[in-house]
């Protein structure tokens, strides 16, 4: 009977350990994708600028 209260116990404690492991994982994943979202966005602002200053100190490459 000890050893089916000790098998019971550990497998209730597994699934709770299992459960908090993959919350884990899943919010450390939702930040990752959070930060890479911003550098991202930022990466295009830079870009944009980038492309609007060439342009202008090059509108004869435009044909504008």
Known sequence: MLVFITTAILYVFGFVFLYGV???GV???M???EAHRAQQLRAEE???YQERTFVRENAF???S
């Open 61 to 63: 490459l435009t044909g």
């Open 31 to 33: 930040e990752d994708l």
């Open 22 to 24: 993959i919350r884990l």
């Open 27 to 29: 919010r450390h994943g």
């Open 46 to 48: 830079l870009a944009a």
